[in-house]
């Protein structure tokens, strides 16, 4: 484990909510952990409106969070495809999904075009195995395809 500055924006100052109070799309459990107040969650808004518990003209904010270092999620993704088999479950506290690979066979799509019924060929297509490790502002990705492909997300400072 190590401990990571993450670079958190918001959507500004949302202020017929109380002063100090953010609108947050990515973020809101890190900031929550890091003593930020959930003021009002919205079901189906991907926003969260909380308020910071420093008074700051920015709507950027600095948080330090403890995450796994690549070498550490790299050995755990290789650990799960060698395995083989489909995991969802929890790794040094993050969330973790990986997911085998996959062969689609050929198949056909039923069209409807100028009023006639068509069926088009869809060829056979394979999904690569794949490792996910999300946070809610930070995420690690590794694709297990010919080269393997490795994609982090997340607004690190050094």
Request: glycine letters at 8%.
């Amino acid at each position: 484990m190590m401990i990571a500055n993450l670079r958190i924006r918001t959507d500004g100052k949302a202020s017929k909510r109380g002063g100090n109070v953010y609108k947050v799309a990515e973020g809101a459990s890190i900031l929550a952990n890091n003593g930020w107040q959930i003021v009002r969650r919205r079901a189906m808004s991907s926003y969260t409106y909380m308020k910071a518990p420093i008074t700051q003209r920015s709507k950027t904010f600095t948080v330090q969070i403890e995450i796994p270092t690549d070498d550490e999620l790299l050995a755990f993704a290789e650990e799960l495809h060698a395995h083989g088999a489909k995991f969802k479950g929890v790794f040094q506290g993050w969330d973790v999904r990986y997911t085998p690979a996959t062969t689609h066979p050929a198949s056909s799509q039923m069209v409807v075009f100028d009023g006639q019924i068509k069926h088009l060929p869809v060829p056979a297509f394979d999904d690569p195995a794949c490792f996910n490790c999300d946070g809610d502002a930070w995420g690690y990705s590794v694709i297990f395809e010919t080269p393997v492909r490795i994609h982090k997300k997340g607004d690190f400072v050094d």
